[in-house]
Protein backbone atom coordinates (compact mmCIF):
# COMPACT_ATOMS: atom_id res chain seq x y z
CA UNK A 1 0.00 0.00 0.00
CA UNK A 2 1.25 3.13 -1.29
CA UNK A 3 1.81 5.62 1.71
CA UNK A 4 2.00 9.29 1.91
CA UNK A 5 5.53 10.20 3.91
CA UNK A 6 6.87 13.86 4.11
CA UNK A 7 10.46 14.06 4.11
CA UNK A 8 11.35 16.52 6.84
CA UNK A 9 14.51 17.17 8.79
CA UNK A 10 14.24 16.28 12.63
CA UNK A 11 13.18 18.51 15.29
CA UNK A 12 11.55 19.20 18.22
CA UNK A 13 7.73 18.51 19.13
CA UNK A 14 5.42 21.02 18.81
CA UNK A 15 2.87 21.88 22.09
CA UNK A 16 0.20 19.40 22.50
CA UNK A 17 -2.54 18.34 24.21
CA UNK A 18 -5.13 15.95 25.25
CA UNK A 19 -7.33 18.11 26.75
CA UNK A 20 -10.92 18.89 25.84
CA UNK A 21 -10.14 22.52 25.79
CA UNK A 22 -9.56 21.94 22.53
CA UNK A 23 -13.26 20.29 21.51
CA UNK A 24 -14.40 24.20 20.78
CA UNK A 25 -11.37 24.83 18.48
CA UNK A 26 -12.89 23.17 15.39
CA UNK A 27 -16.02 25.25 14.94
CA UNK A 28 -14.15 28.14 14.70
CA UNK A 29 -12.20 26.70 12.01
CA UNK A 30 -15.11 25.37 10.54
CA UNK A 31 -17.54 28.94 10.42
CA UNK A 32 -14.83 31.15 10.10
CA UNK A 33 -12.00 29.28 8.37
CA UNK A 34 -11.91 27.98 4.82
CA UNK A 35 -9.81 24.57 4.87
CA UNK A 36 -7.15 26.98 2.93
CA UNK A 37 -6.97 29.30 5.24
CA UNK A 38 -6.07 27.15 8.09
CA UNK A 39 -3.58 25.81 6.08
CA UNK A 40 -1.76 29.97 5.49
CA UNK A 41 -0.32 29.86 8.39
CA UNK A 42 0.96 27.81 11.34
CA UNK A 43 -0.24 28.82 14.01
CA UNK A 44 -3.93 27.92 12.25
CA UNK A 45 -2.63 24.67 11.76
CA UNK A 46 -1.60 23.79 15.28
CA UNK A 47 -4.75 24.55 16.43
CA UNK A 48 -6.13 22.04 13.58
CA UNK A 49 -3.87 18.91 15.18
CA UNK A 50 -4.76 20.43 18.77
CA UNK A 51 -8.37 19.31 17.81
CA UNK A 52 -7.57 16.38 15.93
CA UNK A 53 -6.27 15.43 19.60
CA UNK A 54 -9.30 16.01 20.36
CA UNK A 55 -11.28 12.73 18.76
CA UNK A 56 -8.96 10.37 21.48
CA UNK A 57 -11.32 9.69 23.92
CA UNK A 58 -10.75 8.32 27.75
CA UNK A 59 -9.86 4.75 28.15
CA UNK A 60 -10.68 4.56 31.77
CA UNK A 61 -14.09 4.62 30.92
CA UNK A 62 -17.24 6.84 32.04
CA UNK A 63 -19.91 4.10 33.76
CA UNK A 64 -22.77 6.49 32.74
CA UNK A 65 -21.49 7.37 29.47
CA UNK A 66 -22.64 5.63 25.89
CA UNK A 67 -19.33 7.80 24.15
CA UNK A 68 -16.68 5.75 25.91
CA UNK A 69 -15.60 2.31 26.16
CA UNK A 70 -17.52 -0.65 28.18
CA UNK A 71 -13.58 -2.08 28.39
CA UNK A 72 -13.09 -1.48 32.35
CA UNK A 73 -16.21 -3.55 33.50
CA UNK A 74 -16.94 -5.68 30.41
CA UNK A 75 -14.93 -8.32 31.17
CA UNK A 76 -14.71 -10.88 34.60
CA UNK A 77 -12.77 -8.91 36.47
CA UNK A 78 -14.79 -5.89 37.07
CA UNK A 79 -18.79 -5.02 36.63
CA UNK A 80 -21.36 -3.19 37.87
CA UNK A 81 -25.04 -3.91 39.83
CA UNK A 82 -26.92 -0.97 38.53
CA UNK A 83 -29.72 -1.45 36.19
CA UNK A 84 -28.55 -1.19 32.30
CA UNK A 85 -30.71 1.82 31.85
CA UNK A 86 -28.60 3.76 33.92
CA UNK A 87 -25.39 2.35 33.19
CA UNK A 88 -24.83 1.30 29.48
CA UNK A 89 -22.05 -0.86 29.97
CA UNK A 90 -23.96 -3.40 31.14
CA UNK A 91 -26.52 -3.49 27.74
CA UNK A 92 -23.50 -4.75 26.59
CA UNK A 93 -22.69 -7.71 29.05
CA UNK A 94 -26.51 -8.61 28.39
CA UNK A 95 -26.13 -9.02 24.96
CA UNK A 96 -29.26 -6.29 24.54
CA UNK A 97 -27.20 -4.37 21.82
CA UNK A 98 -27.80 -4.08 18.41
CA UNK A 99 -26.72 -2.43 15.47
CA UNK A 100 -29.19 0.81 15.93
CA UNK A 101 -28.40 1.50 19.29
CA UNK A 102 -27.09 4.27 20.29
CA UNK A 103 -24.26 2.84 22.60
CA UNK A 104 -20.84 3.11 21.99
CA UNK A 105 -20.74 4.18 18.33
CA UNK A 106 -17.60 5.09 17.46
CA UNK A 107 -17.06 4.58 13.52
CA UNK A 108 -17.83 7.80 12.54
CA UNK A 109 -16.40 9.32 15.80
CA UNK A 110 -12.82 8.09 14.97
CA UNK A 111 -13.35 8.92 11.03
CA UNK A 112 -13.42 12.15 11.71
CA UNK A 113 -10.01 12.18 13.54
CA UNK A 114 -8.45 10.12 10.68
CA UNK A 115 -9.47 12.49 7.78
CA UNK A 116 -8.36 15.23 9.92
CA UNK A 117 -4.96 14.02 10.53
CA UNK A 118 -4.70 13.00 6.71
CA UNK A 119 -5.85 16.48 5.40
CA UNK A 120 -2.93 17.76 8.01
CA UNK A 121 0.03 15.20 6.16
CA UNK A 122 -1.68 15.96 2.69
CA UNK A 123 -1.51 20.13 3.29
CA UNK A 124 1.47 20.26 5.57
CA UNK A 125 3.41 21.93 2.44
CA UNK A 126 1.08 24.21 1.81
CA UNK A 127 2.19 26.11 5.09
CA UNK A 128 4.79 28.72 4.59
CA UNK A 129 5.68 30.41 7.95
CA UNK A 130 6.51 26.89 9.13
CA UNK A 131 9.94 25.45 8.89
CA UNK A 132 11.01 22.18 7.81
CA UNK A 133 11.51 21.49 11.83
CA UNK A 134 8.07 22.65 12.57
CA UNK A 135 6.55 20.75 9.47
CA UNK A 136 8.04 17.50 10.51
CA UNK A 137 7.17 17.76 14.26
CA UNK A 138 3.71 18.64 13.28
CA UNK A 139 3.95 15.15 10.63
CA UNK A 140 5.48 13.06 13.19
CA UNK A 141 1.84 13.99 15.73
CA UNK A 142 -0.30 13.26 12.64
CA UNK A 143 0.44 10.06 12.09
CA UNK A 144 0.77 9.12 15.72
CA UNK A 145 -2.78 10.54 15.95
CA UNK A 146 -3.97 8.41 12.77
CA UNK A 147 -2.42 5.26 13.86
CA UNK A 148 -3.78 5.39 17.26
CA UNK A 149 -7.33 6.42 15.59
CA UNK A 150 -7.46 3.17 13.55
CA UNK A 151 -5.89 1.26 16.35
CA UNK A 152 -9.64 2.16 18.58
CA UNK A 153 -11.55 1.27 15.58
CA UNK A 154 -9.89 -2.22 15.14
CA UNK A 155 -9.92 -2.71 18.85
CA UNK A 156 -13.70 -1.97 18.80
CA UNK A 157 -14.67 -3.66 14.97
CA UNK A 158 -11.85 -5.62 13.78
CA UNK A 159 -11.58 -5.35 9.93
CA UNK A 160 -11.73 -1.80 8.83
CA UNK A 161 -12.14 0.65 6.25
CA UNK A 162 -8.32 2.11 5.23
CA UNK A 163 -9.62 5.19 3.59
CA UNK A 164 -7.05 7.04 0.75
CA UNK A 165 -4.05 9.02 2.90
CA UNK A 166 -5.58 11.99 0.03
CA UNK A 167 -8.69 13.44 1.97
CA UNK A 168 -11.23 12.37 -0.90
CA UNK A 169 -13.36 15.22 -1.98
CA UNK A 170 -17.28 15.67 -1.08
CA UNK A 171 -18.22 16.38 -4.76
CA UNK A 172 -17.30 12.43 -5.07
CA UNK A 173 -20.14 10.18 -6.53
CA UNK A 174 -21.67 7.72 -3.48
CA UNK A 175 -20.32 4.78 -5.46
CA UNK A 176 -16.67 6.68 -5.19
CA UNK A 177 -16.76 7.13 -1.53
CA UNK A 178 -18.08 3.99 -0.48
CA UNK A 179 -14.79 1.95 0.30
CA UNK A 180 -14.76 -1.32 1.51
CA UNK A 181 -13.48 -2.38 4.56
CA UNK A 182 -9.77 -4.23 4.08
CA UNK A 183 -8.39 -7.77 5.79
CA UNK A 184 -7.57 -7.58 9.20
CA UNK A 185 -3.78 -8.11 8.47
CA UNK A 186 -4.05 -5.06 6.18
CA UNK A 187 -5.49 -2.65 8.66
CA UNK A 188 -2.57 -4.23 10.69
CA UNK A 189 0.38 -3.46 8.87
CA UNK A 190 -0.70 0.23 7.66
CA UNK A 191 -1.48 1.12 11.22
CA UNK A 192 2.05 -0.61 12.22
CA UNK A 193 3.06 1.74 9.42
CA UNK A 194 1.86 4.98 11.18
CA UNK A 195 3.38 3.99 14.19
CA UNK A 196 6.71 2.97 12.87
CA UNK A 197 7.04 6.13 10.71
CA UNK A 198 6.41 8.20 14.29
CA UNK A 199 8.69 6.76 15.49
CA UNK A 200 11.48 8.00 13.14
CA UNK A 201 10.14 11.65 14.08
CA UNK A 202 8.66 11.67 18.16
CA UNK A 203 11.14 12.27 20.87
CA UNK A 204 12.25 9.70 23.35
CA UNK A 205 11.08 12.02 26.08
CA UNK A 206 8.70 15.53 26.58
CA UNK A 207 9.63 17.59 29.49
CA UNK A 208 7.37 17.29 32.65
CA UNK A 209 5.50 20.28 31.98
CA UNK A 210 4.13 17.89 28.32
CA UNK A 211 4.32 14.30 29.82
CA UNK A 212 0.88 13.51 28.36
CA UNK A 213 2.27 14.24 24.77
CA UNK A 214 3.44 11.26 22.43
CA UNK A 215 6.65 9.53 22.16
CA UNK A 216 8.56 7.48 20.03
CA UNK A 217 8.15 4.33 23.00
CA UNK A 218 4.46 5.67 23.26
CA UNK A 219 4.25 4.55 19.21
CA UNK A 220 6.27 2.22 19.39
CA UNK A 221 4.80 0.47 22.58
CA UNK A 222 1.06 0.55 20.33
CA UNK A 223 2.77 -1.31 17.86
CA UNK A 224 3.31 -4.04 20.27
CA UNK A 225 -0.31 -4.25 21.70
CA UNK A 226 -1.41 -4.37 17.61
CA UNK A 227 0.93 -7.37 17.03
CA UNK A 228 0.25 -8.79 19.62
CA UNK A 229 -3.42 -8.92 18.60
CA UNK A 230 -2.55 -9.98 14.87
CA UNK A 231 -0.54 -12.85 16.35
CA UNK A 232 -3.11 -14.22 18.53
CA UNK A 233 -5.67 -17.20 17.88
CA UNK A 234 -8.63 -14.79 16.89
CA UNK A 235 -6.75 -13.24 14.67
CA UNK A 236 -4.30 -15.52 13.35
CA UNK A 237 -5.54 -19.04 11.74
CA UNK A 238 -9.00 -19.02 12.99
CA UNK A 239 -11.08 -20.95 10.62
CA UNK A 240 -13.10 -21.98 13.47
CA UNK A 241 -14.81 -18.68 14.03
CA UNK A 242 -14.40 -16.78 10.23
CA UNK A 243 -14.13 -19.16 7.78
CA UNK A 244 -17.51 -17.44 6.04
CA UNK A 245 -16.53 -14.05 6.10
CA UNK A 246 -14.83 -12.86 3.41
CA UNK A 247 -14.69 -9.73 1.65
CA UNK A 248 -16.73 -8.72 -2.10
CA UNK A 249 -13.24 -9.98 -3.72
CA UNK A 250 -13.88 -13.47 -1.49
CA UNK A 251 -10.52 -12.69 0.77
CA UNK A 252 -11.03 -13.92 4.40
CA UNK A 253 -11.31 -11.05 6.38
CA UNK A 254 -9.55 -12.49 9.14
CA UNK A 255 -6.65 -15.56 8.65
CA UNK A 256 -7.65 -19.36 8.13
CA UNK A 257 -3.98 -20.42 8.38
CA UNK A 258 -1.79 -19.67 11.92
CA UNK A 259 1.29 -18.23 10.78
CA UNK A 260 4.34 -18.46 13.71
CA UNK A 261 6.32 -15.54 12.48
CA UNK A 262 3.01 -13.40 13.86
CA UNK A 263 4.44 -14.10 17.00
CA UNK A 264 8.15 -13.78 16.03
CA UNK A 265 6.93 -10.13 14.38
CA UNK A 266 5.20 -9.25 18.13
CA UNK A 267 8.47 -10.58 19.83
CA UNK A 268 10.04 -7.58 18.05
CA UNK A 269 7.68 -5.16 18.27
CA UNK A 270 8.18 -5.29 22.46
CA UNK A 271 12.20 -5.72 21.97
CA UNK A 272 12.30 -2.60 20.40
CA UNK A 273 11.13 -0.87 23.55
CA UNK A 274 12.47 -2.54 25.78
CA UNK A 275 15.98 -1.71 24.28
CA UNK A 276 14.61 1.87 25.28
CA UNK A 277 14.04 0.69 28.61
CA UNK A 278 17.26 -0.46 29.14
CA UNK A 279 18.59 2.52 28.33
CA UNK A 280 17.20 4.07 31.74
CA UNK A 281 14.28 5.48 29.40
CA UNK A 282 11.73 3.25 31.13
CA UNK A 283 11.30 0.22 33.66
CA UNK A 284 8.89 -0.88 36.24
CA UNK A 285 7.46 1.51 39.00
CA UNK A 286 9.30 0.78 42.62
CA UNK A 287 9.10 2.12 46.22
CA UNK A 288 12.44 1.61 47.74
CA UNK A 289 12.66 -1.11 51.02
CA UNK A 290 11.16 0.37 54.50
CA UNK A 291 11.38 -1.12 57.94
CA UNK A 292 7.76 -1.50 57.67
CA UNK A 293 7.59 -2.65 54.27
CA UNK A 294 5.82 -6.36 54.08
CA UNK A 295 8.73 -9.59 54.79
CA UNK A 296 8.81 -11.92 51.62
CA UNK A 297 8.21 -15.68 51.64
CA UNK A 298 11.57 -17.43 52.36
CA UNK A 299 11.72 -18.73 48.56
CA UNK A 300 11.48 -15.31 47.52
CA UNK A 301 14.88 -14.27 46.15
CA UNK A 302 15.93 -10.99 48.14
CA UNK A 303 18.26 -9.82 45.60
CA UNK A 304 17.92 -6.68 44.82
CA UNK A 305 15.21 -5.43 41.78
CA UNK A 306 14.98 -6.19 39.21
CA UNK A 307 17.31 -9.80 40.25
CA UNK A 308 15.13 -10.69 42.78
CA UNK A 309 12.59 -8.59 45.33
CA UNK A 310 15.30 -7.25 47.32
CA UNK A 311 15.29 -3.39 48.74
CA UNK A 312 12.24 -2.69 47.26
CA UNK A 313 8.28 -2.05 48.94
CA UNK A 314 6.57 -4.54 46.95
CA UNK A 315 3.44 -3.13 48.10
CA UNK A 316 3.82 0.54 47.46
CA UNK A 317 5.79 -0.53 44.24
CA UNK A 318 2.35 -1.51 42.51
CA UNK A 319 -0.34 0.40 45.00
CA UNK A 320 1.29 3.66 44.74
CA UNK A 321 0.82 4.00 40.23
CA UNK A 322 -2.90 4.25 40.70
CA UNK A 323 -3.80 6.14 44.02
CA UNK A 324 -1.73 9.16 43.00
CA UNK A 325 0.92 8.56 45.32
CA UNK A 326 3.50 8.99 42.36
CA UNK A 327 2.71 11.39 40.12
CA UNK A 328 2.48 9.86 36.71
CA UNK A 329 4.71 12.11 34.65
CA UNK A 330 7.32 11.13 37.23
CA UNK A 331 6.51 7.19 37.19
CA UNK A 332 9.02 5.27 34.74
CA UNK A 333 6.59 2.77 33.76
CA UNK A 334 3.96 5.16 32.33
CA UNK A 335 5.21 4.93 28.37
CA UNK A 336 1.74 7.21 27.95
CA UNK A 337 -0.37 8.45 30.04
CA UNK A 338 -3.24 10.85 30.70
CA UNK A 339 -4.44 13.19 33.31
CA UNK A 340 -7.75 14.10 31.80
CA UNK A 341 -9.19 10.46 32.71
CA UNK A 342 -9.56 11.94 36.39
CA UNK A 343 -13.37 12.76 36.56
CA UNK A 344 -13.47 9.22 35.24
CA UNK A 345 -11.36 7.55 37.72
CA UNK A 346 -12.98 9.54 40.34
CA UNK A 347 -16.12 7.84 39.58
CA UNK A 348 -14.34 4.35 39.38
CA UNK A 349 -13.10 4.98 43.00
CA UNK A 350 -16.64 6.14 44.19
CA UNK A 351 -18.36 3.17 42.79
CA UNK A 352 -15.66 1.27 45.61
CA UNK A 353 -16.71 3.59 48.35
CA UNK A 354 -19.45 2.38 51.01
CA UNK A 355 -23.06 4.61 50.99
CA UNK A 356 -22.34 6.46 53.90
CA UNK A 357 -19.16 8.10 52.92
CA UNK A 358 -21.09 9.44 50.11
CA UNK A 359 -19.95 6.47 47.92
CA UNK A 360 -21.65 4.59 45.35
CA UNK A 361 -20.96 1.03 46.45
CA UNK A 362 -21.94 -0.86 43.31
CA UNK A 363 -18.52 -2.04 41.45
CA UNK A 364 -18.08 -5.71 41.85
CA UNK A 365 -14.58 -7.73 41.51
CA UNK A 366 -15.99 -11.14 41.17
CA UNK A 367 -14.69 -14.46 43.10
CA UNK A 368 -12.75 -15.68 40.16
CA UNK A 369 -10.61 -12.69 40.10
CA UNK A 370 -10.37 -13.40 44.01
CA UNK A 371 -9.12 -16.70 43.26
CA UNK A 372 -6.82 -15.72 40.89
CA UNK A 373 -4.18 -14.07 43.01
CA UNK A 374 -1.68 -16.05 44.21
CA UNK A 375 -0.45 -16.78 47.89
CA UNK A 376 2.55 -14.81 49.27
CA UNK A 377 4.56 -17.94 48.33
CA UNK A 378 3.90 -17.71 44.52
CA UNK A 379 1.22 -21.26 45.35
CA UNK A 380 -2.18 -20.80 43.82
CA UNK A 381 -5.31 -21.66 46.52
CA UNK A 382 -5.54 -25.68 44.77
CA UNK A 383 -1.30 -26.15 45.10
CA UNK A 384 -0.16 -25.20 48.09
CA UNK A 385 4.00 -24.69 48.11
CA UNK A 386 5.21 -23.78 51.72
CA UNK A 387 2.85 -24.74 54.62
CA UNK A 388 2.67 -21.75 56.47
CA UNK A 389 1.44 -20.12 53.34
CA UNK A 390 -1.32 -22.51 52.85
CA UNK A 391 -4.75 -21.41 51.50
CA UNK A 392 -8.16 -21.83 53.69
CA UNK A 393 -12.08 -21.43 53.08
CA UNK A 394 -12.54 -21.72 57.30
CA UNK A 395 -11.47 -19.84 60.33
CA UNK A 396 -10.25 -16.70 61.31
CA UNK A 397 -6.59 -14.79 62.03
CA UNK A 398 -6.32 -14.29 65.08
CA UNK A 399 -2.92 -11.47 64.98
CA UNK A 400 -3.21 -8.33 63.14
CA UNK A 401 -0.73 -7.60 60.44
CA UNK A 402 0.53 -4.39 59.69
CA UNK A 403 2.64 -3.53 56.54
CA UNK A 404 3.13 -0.35 54.53
CA UNK A 405 0.66 1.32 56.38
CA UNK A 406 -1.69 -1.60 55.85
CA UNK A 407 -3.31 -3.36 57.99
CA UNK A 408 -4.92 -6.66 57.84
CA UNK A 409 -7.13 -6.76 61.55
CA UNK A 410 -7.25 -9.72 63.48
CA UNK A 411 -10.46 -11.99 62.45
CA UNK A 412 -9.85 -11.00 59.20
CA UNK A 413 -11.13 -14.64 57.63
CA UNK A 414 -8.83 -16.69 56.36
CA UNK A 415 -9.47 -16.82 52.93
CA UNK A 416 -7.71 -13.37 52.19
CA UNK A 417 -4.60 -14.10 54.93
CA UNK A 418 -0.96 -14.79 53.33
CA UNK A 419 -2.36 -13.12 49.88
CA UNK A 420 0.24 -11.65 47.48
CA UNK A 421 0.45 -8.11 48.03
CA UNK A 422 -1.15 -6.90 44.95
CA UNK A 423 -3.87 -8.32 46.29
CA UNK A 424 -4.47 -6.07 49.00
CA UNK A 425 -3.71 -3.26 47.28
CA UNK A 426 -5.97 -3.72 44.64
CA UNK A 427 -8.94 -5.50 46.46
CA UNK A 428 -11.61 -4.59 49.03
CA UNK A 429 -12.98 -7.62 50.87
CA UNK A 430 -15.28 -7.87 54.03
CA UNK A 431 -13.11 -6.51 57.08
CA UNK A 432 -10.78 -4.87 55.03
CA UNK A 433 -9.64 -1.04 56.47
CA UNK A 434 -11.14 1.84 55.02
CA UNK A 435 -9.13 4.55 55.52
CA UNK A 436 -10.68 7.88 54.41
CA UNK A 437 -8.26 10.56 56.16
CA UNK A 438 -9.29 13.59 54.42
CA UNK A 439 -12.70 13.72 55.79
CA UNK A 440 -13.51 16.49 58.66
CA UNK A 441 -16.82 14.65 59.27
CA UNK A 442 -15.57 12.63 62.44
CA UNK A 443 -13.50 9.67 63.58
CA UNK A 444 -16.84 7.44 62.58
CA UNK A 445 -15.65 8.30 58.92
CA UNK A 446 -12.40 7.30 58.81
CA UNK A 447 -10.52 3.65 59.69
CA UNK A 448 -13.23 1.48 59.48
CA UNK A 449 -13.48 -2.08 59.07
CA UNK A 450 -15.87 -2.28 56.07
CA UNK A 451 -18.26 -5.00 56.64
CA UNK A 452 -20.42 -6.28 53.43
CA UNK A 453 -23.01 -8.52 55.05
CA UNK A 454 -26.55 -7.63 54.84
CA UNK A 455 -26.74 -5.38 57.44
CA UNK A 456 -23.04 -4.03 57.69
CA UNK A 457 -22.07 -0.66 57.35
CA UNK A 458 -21.19 -1.11 53.49
CA UNK A 459 -24.16 -3.85 52.82
CA UNK A 460 -27.21 -3.90 50.85
CA UNK A 461 -30.14 -3.19 53.09
CA UNK A 462 -28.09 0.41 54.76
CA UNK A 463 -29.14 2.78 51.44
CA UNK A 464 -32.61 3.61 49.93
CA UNK A 465 -31.58 2.93 46.73
CA UNK A 466 -31.75 -0.92 46.48
CA UNK A 467 -29.10 -1.01 43.60
CA UNK A 468 -26.47 0.36 46.03
CA UNK A 469 -24.86 -2.49 46.77
CA UNK A 470 -22.58 -5.23 46.13
CA UNK A 471 -23.53 -8.24 45.35
CA UNK A 472 -20.12 -10.05 45.27
CA UNK A 473 -18.66 -8.81 48.82
CA UNK A 474 -16.02 -7.43 46.81
CA UNK A 475 -14.87 -4.09 45.46
CA UNK A 476 -11.53 -2.37 44.83
CA UNK A 477 -9.26 -0.54 46.60
CA UNK A 478 -7.10 0.12 43.26
CA UNK A 479 -6.80 4.08 42.51
CA UNK A 480 -8.14 4.93 45.78
CA UNK A 481 -5.33 6.89 48.00
CA UNK A 482 -5.37 6.56 51.96
CA UNK A 483 -6.85 9.90 52.27
CA UNK A 484 -9.43 9.74 49.71
CA UNK A 485 -13.23 10.19 51.21
CA UNK A 486 -15.86 11.43 49.40
CA UNK A 487 -18.00 12.46 53.00
CA UNK A 488 -16.40 16.10 54.20
CA UNK A 489 -13.36 15.19 52.46
CA UNK A 490 -11.18 15.36 49.06
CA UNK A 491 -9.86 12.71 46.41
CA UNK A 492 -7.04 13.05 45.04
CA UNK A 493 -6.46 14.14 41.06
CA UNK A 494 -5.99 10.55 39.17
CA UNK A 495 -3.84 10.29 36.03
CA UNK A 496 -4.05 7.03 33.79
CA UNK A 497 -1.35 5.04 32.14
CA UNK A 498 -2.66 4.21 28.85
CA UNK A 499 0.28 1.73 28.29
CA UNK A 500 2.66 0.36 31.18
CA UNK A 501 6.03 -1.00 30.78
CA UNK A 502 4.82 -4.31 32.20
CA UNK A 503 2.59 -5.02 29.28
CA UNK A 504 5.52 -4.87 26.93
CA UNK A 505 7.27 -7.27 29.20
CA UNK A 506 4.81 -9.61 29.34
CA UNK A 507 4.16 -8.98 25.85
CA UNK A 508 7.53 -9.86 25.00
CA UNK A 509 7.33 -13.42 26.88
CA UNK A 510 4.10 -14.08 25.69
CA UNK A 511 5.61 -13.78 22.07
CA UNK A 512 8.55 -15.70 23.05
CA UNK A 513 6.96 -18.79 24.22
CA UNK A 514 4.79 -19.19 21.61
CA UNK A 515 7.46 -19.72 18.87
CA UNK A 516 8.31 -22.88 17.48
CA UNK A 517 11.40 -21.58 15.56
CA UNK A 518 14.14 -18.73 14.78
CA UNK A 519 13.01 -15.64 13.07
CA UNK A 520 15.22 -12.49 11.39
CA UNK A 521 13.19 -9.82 11.21
CA UNK A 522 14.58 -6.01 10.48
CA UNK A 523 17.94 -7.32 11.73
CA UNK A 524 16.24 -8.57 15.38
CA UNK A 525 16.73 -12.49 15.59
CA UNK A 526 13.91 -14.22 18.22
CA UNK A 527 13.36 -17.65 19.46
CA UNK A 528 11.85 -18.99 22.19
CA UNK A 529 14.84 -18.48 24.89
CA UNK A 530 13.66 -20.12 28.48
CA UNK A 531 16.44 -17.49 30.43
CA UNK A 532 14.82 -14.30 28.30
CA UNK A 533 11.55 -15.47 29.25
CA UNK A 534 12.06 -15.78 33.33
CA UNK A 535 14.17 -12.51 32.77
CA UNK A 536 11.13 -10.23 32.24
CA UNK A 537 8.64 -11.87 33.03
CA UNK A 538 10.83 -11.82 36.86
CA UNK A 539 11.03 -8.44 36.82
CA UNK A 540 6.99 -7.97 37.24
CA UNK A 541 6.46 -11.23 39.51
CA UNK A 542 9.61 -9.84 41.54
CA UNK A 543 7.99 -6.80 41.84
CA UNK A 544 4.98 -8.17 43.44
CA UNK A 545 6.95 -9.79 45.72
CA UNK A 546 6.57 -12.96 44.60
CA UNK A 547 9.18 -15.90 43.26
CA UNK A 548 10.54 -16.26 39.63
CA UNK A 549 9.67 -18.91 37.41
CA UNK A 550 10.88 -22.80 38.11
CA UNK A 551 12.75 -24.35 35.15
CA UNK A 552 9.59 -26.99 34.71
CA UNK A 553 7.12 -23.71 34.40
CA UNK A 554 9.27 -22.10 31.68
CA UNK A 555 10.40 -25.78 29.93
CA UNK A 556 6.40 -26.00 29.09
CA UNK A 557 5.10 -23.97 26.38
CA UNK A 558 1.09 -24.76 27.17
CA UNK A 559 1.59 -24.26 31.00
CA UNK A 560 3.43 -21.31 30.88
CA UNK A 561 0.49 -19.93 28.31
CA UNK A 562 -1.87 -20.00 31.54
CA UNK A 563 0.52 -18.79 33.62
CA UNK A 564 1.14 -15.91 31.58
CA UNK A 565 -2.95 -15.21 31.11
CA UNK A 566 -3.01 -15.50 34.68
CA UNK A 567 -0.63 -12.52 35.72
CA UNK A 568 -1.98 -10.43 32.99
CA UNK A 569 -5.29 -10.77 34.73
CA UNK A 570 -3.94 -10.24 37.61
CA UNK A 571 -1.04 -6.54 37.18
CA UNK A 572 -4.10 -5.23 34.99
CA UNK A 573 -7.22 -6.23 36.83
CA UNK A 574 -9.28 -2.47 36.18
CA UNK A 575 -7.23 -1.37 33.58
CA UNK A 576 -9.42 -2.80 30.59
CA UNK A 577 -6.98 -4.81 29.64
CA UNK A 578 -8.94 -8.17 29.85
CA UNK A 579 -11.65 -7.34 27.77
CA UNK A 580 -8.99 -6.96 25.12
CA UNK A 581 -6.67 -10.42 26.29
CA UNK A 582 -10.17 -12.57 26.68
CA UNK A 583 -11.32 -11.57 22.79
CA UNK A 584 -7.71 -12.03 21.23
CA UNK A 585 -7.08 -15.49 23.05
CA UNK A 586 -10.96 -16.52 22.19
CA UNK A 587 -11.73 -17.07 25.79
CA UNK A 588 -14.32 -14.82 25.02
CA UNK A 589 -17.44 -17.44 26.36
CA UNK A 590 -15.25 -17.43 29.87
CA UNK A 591 -16.57 -14.36 30.67
CA UNK A 592 -19.97 -15.25 30.29
CA UNK A 593 -19.71 -17.67 33.37
CA UNK A 594 -21.87 -17.13 36.37
CA UNK A 595 -20.45 -14.49 38.89
CA UNK A 596 -19.83 -16.07 42.16
CA UNK A 597 -18.96 -14.31 45.63
CA UNK A 598 -19.69 -14.36 49.04
CA UNK A 599 -23.06 -14.50 50.29
CA UNK A 600 -24.03 -10.72 50.80
CA UNK A 601 -27.39 -11.32 51.91
CA UNK A 602 -26.49 -13.04 55.89
CA UNK A 603 -26.17 -10.64 58.10
CA UNK A 604 -23.44 -9.35 60.46
CA UNK A 605 -24.32 -11.91 62.92
CA UNK A 606 -23.73 -14.68 60.51
CA UNK A 607 -20.13 -14.28 59.58
CA UNK A 608 -20.02 -18.18 58.18
CA UNK A 609 -22.70 -17.86 56.19
CA UNK A 610 -21.62 -14.86 54.88
CA UNK A 611 -17.76 -16.32 54.31
CA UNK A 612 -19.71 -18.76 51.94
CA UNK A 613 -19.08 -19.24 48.15
CA UNK A 614 -22.40 -18.45 46.01
CA UNK A 615 -23.66 -17.78 42.49
CA UNK A 616 -24.60 -13.95 42.14
CA UNK A 617 -27.95 -14.47 41.05
CA UNK A 618 -29.56 -10.61 40.41
CA UNK A 619 -32.05 -9.25 37.74
CA UNK A 620 -29.36 -6.33 37.14
CA UNK A 621 -26.60 -8.39 36.56
CA UNK A 622 -27.34 -10.70 33.49
CA UNK A 623 -24.67 -11.91 31.04
CA UNK A 624 -25.40 -13.67 27.74
CA UNK A 625 -22.63 -14.94 25.76
CA UNK A 626 -23.16 -14.81 22.14
CA UNK A 627 -19.77 -15.29 19.57
CA UNK A 628 -20.88 -11.86 17.92
CA UNK A 629 -19.78 -10.25 20.95
CA UNK A 630 -16.14 -10.54 19.76
CA UNK A 631 -16.80 -7.08 17.59
CA UNK A 632 -19.15 -4.32 17.70
CA UNK A 633 -21.45 -4.01 15.32
CA UNK A 634 -20.91 -1.64 13.00
CA UNK A 635 -23.87 1.14 13.12
CA UNK A 636 -26.86 0.88 11.00
CA UNK A 637 -26.48 4.67 9.99
CA UNK A 638 -23.27 3.98 8.55
CA UNK A 639 -24.01 0.91 7.10
CA UNK A 640 -26.37 2.81 5.09
CA UNK A 641 -24.52 5.87 4.14
CA UNK A 642 -21.75 3.28 2.90
CA UNK A 643 -23.81 -0.15 0.30
CA UNK A 644 -20.10 -1.51 0.30
CA UNK A 645 -19.56 -2.13 4.39
CA UNK A 646 -19.89 -5.75 5.13
CA UNK A 647 -21.67 -5.98 8.67
CA UNK A 648 -19.81 -7.84 11.38
CA UNK A 649 -20.97 -11.59 12.26
CA UNK A 650 -23.82 -12.10 13.90
CA UNK A 651 -25.55 -8.69 14.09
Known amino acids: MKRFILTLSFGLILLFNFSCNYL ?27 NTASYI ?55 IGIRKANTIMARLDEVQDATAIEKREILGLALF ?20 DQPQSYDLSLDELALPRSTYDECVEYIVDDFMEAAKILPERQIDAYWMRPTKGAALALASRLRLYAASPLFNGNSQFYSNWTTQEGDHFISQTEDNQKWAQAAVAALRVIELG ?41 SDMFNSETLMYKNPECIWGDNSESA ?41 KLPEYQYSETGYTEHEENFSNYTL ?15 YATIMFSGAKFYGLSTSGGSAYNNFLVNYAADGNAGSIVGSDPDDRLVTGYTFRKYTHPDDNFFFGSVSDKSFARIRYAEILLNYVEALNELTGSYTIDGYTVARDPELIKKYFNMVRYRAGLPGLSDAEVSDPELLREIIRR ?12 YHDQRRLKKLEEDYEPFEGMNVRAVRAQPDQFFTR ?6 NVRRNYDRRLYFFPIPTSDLDKNPNLIQNPGW
Open 344 to 384: ALHRIVQGTHPLFVYGWNGLNAPQKLIDAYYMRDGSTIDQP
Open 24 to 50: NVDPYFLDTFSIDTVFARKHFVEGYLW
Open 145 to 164: LRGYFYLKLVEQYGPVVITP
Open 57 to 111: MPEAGSHTSTDVYPYFTGSDDAFWTYKRGTFPQNFFSANELDASSGEFKHWNHFY
Open 278 to 318: ETGLYSLHTKPWKTNSPVLAPNVPTADFPNGAGGIDVYHSY
Open 409 to 423: AAGTFNMYANREYRF
Open 614 to 619: VRVNDS
Open 567 to 578: ERYIEFALEGRR
